[in-house]
T-cell receptor, first 114, second 115 residues
Framework: QKEVEQNSGPLSVPEGAIASLNCTYS??????FFWYRQYSGKSPELIMS????GDKEDGRFTAQLNKASQYVSLLIRDSQPSDSATYLC??????????????FGKGTKLSVKP | EPEVTQTPSHQVTQMGQEVILRCVPI?????FYWYRQILGQKVEFLVS????????KSEIFDDQFSVERPDGSNFTLKIRSTKLEDSAMYFC?????????????FGSGTQLSVL
């Protein structure tokens, strides 16, 4: 059973701080990794994708991937109350796995306090 | 921005009844998907659809489920005989395989309640 694990939280940070979200995955053959944001009662929204080891930055967001440790993380700098949501880690299983066949983690609930 | 639309937003049905959930993917997208999320649980992959046939399906997608693209715009999920455990939010998604990042665009979902 291929798994994506996340700490469910809630993770609470003050406004302006860095929020750090972590994810581990079980399928060593996975090549594609994604972070989605999901507001309560809404659909997932893609915020970052990462395919290679190292860091990838997009605005206030930085995704980090370490395939040897099977670990993906998301850093949110200068956190805002509007960032309060559940953050879902998702992985496409296996090498050459079908596009869109995502395995999601349960998500980490982030709360940014003003 | 183009969007995936789903109807209805809420569907209440009796156990054993058939339901059809409808989706209109983004017009130039070629891959279509159904996911579901039981309250408080993970988003789970059900099925992917490409070139008018199922390209992949999960263990959840058993004989009670079917998908269809009846015309050039709609994409439907049918559950033949609903069970209580089918109660969930069902998300349709579509993607353009020519675009890097394999971005899935999700619809706003249909909340299915089986009584």
């Amino acid at each position: 059973q291929k798994e994506v694990e996340q700490n469910s939280g809630p993770l609470s940070v003050p406004e302006g701080a860095i929020a750090s979200l972590n994810c581990t995955y079980s399928d060593r053959g996975s090549q594609s990794f994604f972070w989605y944001r999901q507001y309560s009662g809404k659909s997932p929204e893609l915020i970052m994708s990462i395919y290679s080891n190292g860091d990838k930055e997009d605005g206030r967001f930085t995704a980090q991937l370490n395939k040897a440790s099977q670990y993906v993380s998301l850093l949110i700098r200068d956190s805002q109350p509007s960032d309060s949501a559940t953050y879902l880690c998702a992985v496409i299983e296996g090498y050459g796995g079908s596009q869109g066949n995502l395995i999601f983690g349960k998500g980490t609930k982030l709360s940014v306090k003003p | 921005e183009p969007e995936v639309t789903q109807t209805p937003s809420h569907q209440v049905t009796q156990m054993g009844q058939e339901v059809i959930l409808r989706c209109v993917p983004i017009s130039n997208h070629l891959y279509f998907y159904w996911y579901r999320q039981i309250l408080g649980q993970k988003v789970e992959f059900l099925v992917s659809f490409y070139n008018n046939e199922i390209s992949e399906k999960s263990e959840i997608f058993d004989d009670q489920f079917s998908v269809e693209r009846p015309d050039g715009s709609n994409f439907t999920l049918k559950i033949r005989s609903t069970k209580l455990e089918d109660s969930a939010m069902y998300f349709c998604a579509s993607s353009d395989p020519g675009v890097r990042d394999e971005k899935l665009f999700f619809g706003s979902g249909t909340q299915l309640s089986v009584l």
